[in-house]
């Protein structure tokens, strides 16, 4: 049972503008092709997103990051960028994207966008006349294109190996039919890397900078932030697999240190801004010193937090990554980030749901235990200082979807092999509003990735108003977050003594955290009085029986 403090201390109005509001935001990801279909055709959009904005305020976040909606192929789900000034058909126009930042900013929240910049679509203007002008055109600079080798240029230049799987590597098509040069592309074939040598491409990034800010935007979320630069003549890694070397080396594609000029550059036009408007770095580094670079107090103003996205559910592991993100974040004075869940990776309740298997796996797990994590973990995050990311419908308590068809599967890395499994659907399923309709009210004409018959259940129309119900563990966490004094922006906690298996930490303003992350309940002396708990708590004569896989919030 979720139960709720309501008299708790009360701050400012959530929707009043606030400098540096990014230290302790909420921010919560829609992936626009699965939250709401506006039109019918099956497909989310961003009239969808729009009809939708109240439930996002009344589910208390501070901000909305919406992954891409611009122009594109959607050869990775829109990752491939043709237009980066344009809206995909398929997701409305301009004029709607303009709409959806004004009510948004109406109802106080706050819009950050995706952007693209370590490659652009094979669709690209750019892309396009370099192939077609040959091996001469000067576009061909602003892209990686080099000679192959062996005797006829039949090998790739070098040996790196494509996030998807295969060669990062293809060759291309000369004018008049005969073999050409190679391009580099880390992800797709469909998505050239730039060459962020290129002053052009350094300029036209400044520019869409600008063009969404005037838009009205909030900030930006940059993908591949770490990809930008590669090092100097492209060197041989010398070895296979190279995806299980990521997070643990610098590679010669990723976390280059070139990388921060161009962010230093980026924070000088959002400076320029007024509104405190923000980048957040999708970075993966080996080390969280390493993320830490890339918001030192003239660079980016938020980095994810992958180290703690991919922590076991175990106390030693969880409070060894809290403190290694609050010691790295400290001496830049940017805030720790807090994530569960993404469009990339499995589903916290469903990787929660059996025994440790990384970020990524197929299983569908002990459901009842994967919730009752998923919910602890929850409370865990939400307590922590800094900034939080939710994932739309986690709220719900969605699991991966882990038995959709071969053939309904989208993720162009399915199908690939030594690459990304391709399994990314499974997070992406269309959540559910109602608890009918042709998609549980995601839209009148169906889904483009097929809902599971018992979504109806964790819907947003079957979960509201039932205290129990994840939603409104949600509605209940995001509003004591919001008017408690000791949650929110910081850099520190203060580690309580505790049983094995068990986190206790205090914030200032007379706030307490404990999580049980063992299968056994567990008692403990009562901190306080109970704000929220995700599974009832048994406490009487200054004691309390901690459930297995809980967490309690306690006002001292």
């Known amino acids: 049972m979720t139960q709720y403090l309501a ?36 497909m989310g959009d961003l009239p969808g997103i729009r009809s939708r904005l109240p439930y996002l305020r009344e589910l ?22 043709a237009d ?41 203007e750019w892309f396009r006349r370099a192939l077609a002008e040959g091996p001469a055109s000067p576009l061909r600079e602003r892209y990686h294109f080099r000679p192959g080798k062996g005797v006829d240029g039949e090998l790739p230049p070098n040996d790196w190996e494509s996030i998807f799987g295969g060669p ?89 240190d070139g990388v921060h000029e161009i962010y230093r550059a980026w924070r000088k036009i959002l400076d320029e801004y007024p509104g405190d408007r923000i980048a957040v770095a999708e970075a993966w580094t080996p080390t969280v010193e390493r993320t830490a670079n890339y918001v030192r107090p003239d660079e980016l103003h938020q980095a994810f937090n992958f180290q703690y996205l991919g922590t076991h559910w175990d106390a030693a592991e969880l409070r060894e990554v809290i403190d290694a993100s609050l010691d790295a974040m400290r001496p830049v004075g940017a805030p720790a980030t807090w994530v569960l869940s993404n469009h990339d990776v499995t589903r916290h309740a469903t990787r929660f749901a059996g025994p440790p298997a990384g970020t990524q796996i197929r299983e569908a797990g002990d459901r009842e235990l994967g919730l009752r994590r998923a919910r602890a973990a929850t409370l865990l995050m939400l307590a922590l200082p800094g900034s939080a990311y939710l994932y739309q419908g986690e709220e719900l308590g969605l699991p991966d979807v882990t038995d959709l068809p071969d053939e309904v599967r989208q993720d162009p890395a399915f199908g690939r092999t030594e690459g990304q499994d391709g399994f990314r659907d499974g997070c992406r399923v269309p959540i559910p509003w109602t608890t009918g309709g042709s998609s549980y009210g995601f ?3 169906g889904s483009w990735l097929p809902q ?25 966490a995001l509003a004591v977050r919001g008017e408690h004094p000791g949650l929110g922006a910081g850099d520190s906690v203060q580690w309580l003594d505790a049983p094995e298996g068990v986190l206790a ?25 109970v704000l929220l708990a995700s599974s009832a708590v048994d406490h009487a004569g200054g004691e309390a029986e901690l459930p297995a896989d809980s967490a309690v919030w306690w006002t001292v």
């Open 505 to 529: 930490f205090g914030r200032a303003g007379g706030f307490v955290c404990t999580v049980n992350t063992t299968g056994a309940p567990v008692r403990i002396p009562a901190p306080g009085r």
């Open 452 to 476: 599971p018959d018992s979504w109806a259940a964790l819907s947003v129309e079957a979960q509201t108003g039932d205290p129990d119900s994840t939603l409104e563990l949600y509605r209940s």
């Open 84 to 124: 980066y000034r344009a809206i995909d058909p398929m997701f409305g126009t301009l004029l709607d994207a303009d709409g959806l930042i004004r009510d948004a900013h109406d109802l106080g929240l706050r819009i950050i966008v995706d952007l693209v910049p370590n490659h652009s679509s094979d669709a690209h």
């Open 168 to 256: 990062a590597w293809t060759r291309t098509e000369n004018p008049d039919g005969t073999p050409g040069d190679w391009y580099l592309h880390l992800f797709a074939p469909e998505q050239p890397d730039f060459n962020w040598n290129h002053p052009a491409v350094a300029d036209e990034f400044r520019s869409i900078l600008r063009f969404w800010l005037d838009m009205g935007v909030d900030g930006f979320r940059v993908d591949v932030a770490h990809g930008l630069v590669k090092a100097e003549g492209l060197p041989d890694i010398g070895a296979n697999e190279q995806l299980k070397l990521l997070g643990n080396d610098v590679m010669p594609f990723f976390d280059q």
């Open 443 to 445: 839209g009148t004409g």
């Open 7 to 42: 008299d708790a201390q009360t701050t400012a109005d959530r929707s009043a503008p606030s400098a540096d509001w990014w230290r302790s935001a909420v921010i919560y990801q829609v992936y626009p092709r699965s939250f709401a279909d506006g039109n019918g055709d099956g």
């Open 60 to 81: 208390g976040v501070d901000a909305v990051w919406l992954s891409p909606f611009y122009a594109s192929p959607q050869a990775d789900a829109g990752y491939d960028v």
